[in-house]
C-alpha cells in the first residue's frame, strides 16, 4: 500500500499560479505512472496531466501550454506547476500512481484525497 497526500491547492485569482505536489509514502516502483486528475461540481474526473517514470509527459488539450508537471524520484513525489489559471480549472485536484510489473501487469493504483484549487474571476 502507498499513501498519497496532495498540498498547494487554494484561492487564486484568473491568471495566477499554483503549485500542487503529491508526496506518496514509500519508494515507488521502478515501472510507474503518476498524474493528476481534476473532478469540478457535476462533471466527471478527467486526466489534466501525467508523467512515467521514463519522464514521458501526457496532458489535457485545455492545459497545454499553462501546465507543467514534473517529479522528484528521490523523493517520491510530483508537481504540477499551473499557470494561467482560468476559472474553469477550479476543481478538486487528485493525484494518482499505477505501478507496473514488466510485463505491464497493474500491480497498484492509488489516488490521493484530492485538493481544491479555486480560481475566482
Known amino acids: 500500500q502507498v499513501q498519497l497526500v496532495e498540498s498547494g491547492g487554494g484561492l487564486v485569482q484568473a491568471g495566477g499560479s499554483l503549485r500542487l505536489s503529491c508526496a506518496a509514502s514509500r519508494s515507488i516502483f521502478s515501472i510507474n505512472s503518476m498524474g493528476w486528475y481534476r473532478q469540478a461540481p457535476g462533471k466527471q474526473r478527467e486526466l489534466v496531466a501525467a508523467i512515467t517514470s521514463g519522464g514521458r509527459t501526457d496532458y489535457a488539450d485545455s492545459v497545454k501550454g499553462r501546465f507543467t508537471v514534473s517529479r522528484d524520484n528521490a523523493k517520491n513525489t510530483i508537481y504540477l506547476q499551473m499557470n494561467s489559471l482560468k476559472p474553469e480549472d477550479t476543481a478538486v485536484y487528485y493525484c494518482?500512481?499505477?505501478?507496473?510489473?514488466?510485463?505491464?501487469?497493474?500491480?497498484?493504483?492509488?489516488w490521493g484525497k484530492g485538493t481544491q484549487v479555486t480560481v475566482s474571476s
Open positions: 494518482s500512481l499505477k505501478e507496473y510489473r514488466r510485463d505491464g501487469l497493474v500491480l497498484g493504483d492509488y
